[in-house]
């Protein structure tokens, strides 16, 4: 990434906070979650999964299989980070179709963070501090 910002810092295009979670990690996935404390595993809720990640998002999940070959449609097989960074530095269709991917699989990550949240509601304050909870990304 580091040998692109130049080129990043160039570009037209919005970069979304959807987007941002799926390039840094920092989002609604298992990994993340567990690493702050909100989540007490790594598990992918979608698919049931040992380790969700944002890489695991992008390129394995099976839930976002439909979202994903549009995806690789347009940028190609490789969906290391790297090789995405790159391709959306290539061609402004191609940034597209990243941010679109992101924007359709993060939203629905984070509705249904918000449904177990809803089914799982919050303690009482007091507790609140000693029990690791979920994020609502």
């Known amino acids: 990434m580091h040998k692109h910002f130049e080129a990043w810092l160039k570009r ?5 906070f959807r987007l941002t979670q799926v390039l840094t990690g920092h989002g609604c996935f298992g990994e993340y979650l567990n690493k702050i404390g909100r989540e007490v595993a790594t598990n992918c809720h979608h698919c049931g999964g040992n380790l969700d990640s944002a890489q695991h998002t992008l390129e394995e999940c099976p839930a976002w299989a439909s979202a994903r070959r549009v995806l690789v449609a347009r940028i190609g097989r490789d969906l ?4 995405v960074v ?3 530095l290539a061609d402004t269709k191609n940034w597209r179709e990243v941010v679109s991917f992101c924007e359709t699989v993060m939203s629905q990550k984070e509705a249904a963070e918000r449904d177990r949240e809803r089914a799982d509601p919050l303690p009482s304050k007091a507790s609140r501090k000693q029990t690791p909870r979920r994020l609502v990304c």
């Open 12 to 16: 037209e295009e919005r970069i979304s």
């Open 80 to 83: 290391s980070l790297p090789a």
């Open 86 to 88: 790159k391709a959306m």
